[in-house]
Nanobody, 123 residues
Framework: QVQLVESGGGLVQAGGSLRLSCAAS????????MGWVRQAPGKEREFVAA????????VYADSVKGRFTISRDNAKNTLYLQMSSLKPEDTAVYYC????????????????WGQGTQVTVSS
């Protein structure tokens, strides 16, 4: 089992920045890909970004490409999402997820999920 806890969400004005963190515990010795998925009110969960266990591979949704950067520090068992040039449409609950492959994360089929952190972008 892997436990995931997100932090760093909050209220920010359009054009601003936030950095989300996701602390992993439990079976962190396994080589999981990790990523972020978000859900806005009344909408389905949407893939945001994913990163391989080594950090050498990353994938982004078109809607965030060039504005968001995903990274991880395996020594600290922590995943990050640096968000810049935020837009009101980025408002959502952001979930951290871990899975055996990036493909499963892009398909929103993570094996483990955090409880989510709210990001609100005001116009």
């Amino acid at each position: 089992q892997v436990q995931l806890v997100e932090s760093g969400g909050g209220l920010v004005q359009a054009g601003g920045s936030l950095r989300l963190s996701c602390a992993a515990s439990g079976r962190t010795g396994s080589t999981y890909a990790m990523g972020w998925v978000r859900q806005a009110p009344g909408k389905e969960r949407e893939f945001v970004a994913a990163i391989s266990w080594s950090g050498g591979g990353t994938v982004y949704a078109d809607s965030v490409k060039g504005r968001f950067t995903i990274s991880r520090d395996n020594a600290k068992n922590t995943l990050y999402l640096q968000m810049s040039s935020l837009k009101p449409e980025d408002t959502a609950v952001y979930y951290c997820t871990a899975a055996g492959s990036i493909a499963r994360i892009t398909a929103r089929q993570g094996d483990y999920w955090g409880q989510g952190t709210q990001v609100t972008v005001s116009s």
